[in-house]
């Protein structure tokens, strides 16, 4: 890990989680979770769609005899240090050791991690990883709350409720929102770096290879009727949880967010649809959902809830799909900005021809495939494009529009003509458009 610059703050906390969670000017619970905190309410926030980069990072270190139980260290001002009404780029790095850590995984506690944030009465936390959205409420900075207090409710509830856990030290850097050279070179030098690896080892494994999937629900208390299906072909749609980490956490804790899905019979390959999903999905959506297709966008796909990395949408105009990121904010060929694309899609319920999904979702060997995969992808936004081009076939690098090349189904159209898209074979007769 980089190091941060000029430290402002060394505090050494208890470490005993219940001493740890005493006298904190706010309280914690389930109850306080999935808040919304509006612009007028906030009085700071960390991450989020007006700044450049942001991140939260759970780091396992076994090895390191040096880790100082209750260590934490800030980068930047505290919070009675900065304007009321900011914004600021963020970093927070935990870093954990204990014997038997083995059992869980840091993608499981950095998925958990959110919701420790957002369980603090006047916090608000959306999101994981390098999308996370942090803000405060005025009303719990008057009571005088500290990034120490943060730190202590959140080292306080992950041994309350992971005992392997031995030691615990979590660093803070607040930074600049828009020129935040720091919090961007630690976010690409290190934390895109770990995901990656993380990523590397869980993506050798296919659908073909197991016996069964896992379901999860970690994301229940903001939509109770939504649960990803994660197979190792696909990850849930926030990119954090694979399958290598939903079955060791459901070994270790069944009860808690993971639910097994036997495959059962495999009634669409090509779609990737089987009996055991559907009976599983059934059930733990209240039947809101009641068939799940793994690779397509279009018929049955699978639910998103607040989290995901980048939103498949259809054009309905050419009969094809394009794609944008979770911070895109321009607008789309839809004619519409991707916010208002974001609105119409239904999250919780089903809704054919838009589906949340991972980063990863790109470099499945069978993205899409029941839509007939790359060769329906027409659009999508050019930082997305950029991030995963190395994943995209060669032959359609360049027949894949942006927002650049097109804002409209007309003009959408007419890159596919002259970029020699293979829709144009399917649709086009020489003269006119022709949809099935
Ligand atoms: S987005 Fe999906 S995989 Fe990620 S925590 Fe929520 S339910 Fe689980």
Known sequence: MVEFGKLNKALKLPTNPKELLEGLPFNIGEQWSGKTIRNKDMYVEFGGPRVKAAAELIEFNEEDKNLEDGKIELWGPDIDEIDEGASYSFIETIMLSGLNLDKITPAILEGIISHFHDFIEGV????MRNLIWIRIHKSIAKKGIRIEHLARALMGQL???FPQI????IKFLIDSAQNPNKTLRILKDDCFYIWEQRNIEALELNDDEVDKFYGCTGCKYYCPNHACII?????GTCGVINWKDADISYKLSPKQYFFEIPKGDILNNLYGSYSGINQKISKFTSKTVERINLYSAIKDPQTSCRYFEALIFQIPEVDALGIADYYYKGETPLEINFSTVNKIYNRTNQSPGYRGIALTTFRDKKFMQGDGGWKRIVWMNKNLKERIAKWIPDELKDKIATEENALSAKKLIEFIDTQDHPLKKEYWN???????
């Open 124 to 127: 608000m936390h959306l999101n």
């Open 159 to 161: 041994k309350a409720n």
């Open 166 to 169: 031995e030691k615990i030290e």
């Open 231 to 235: 197979t190792p072909n696909n990850y």
């Open 430 to 436: 020489g003269t006119t458009w022709n949809l099935k």
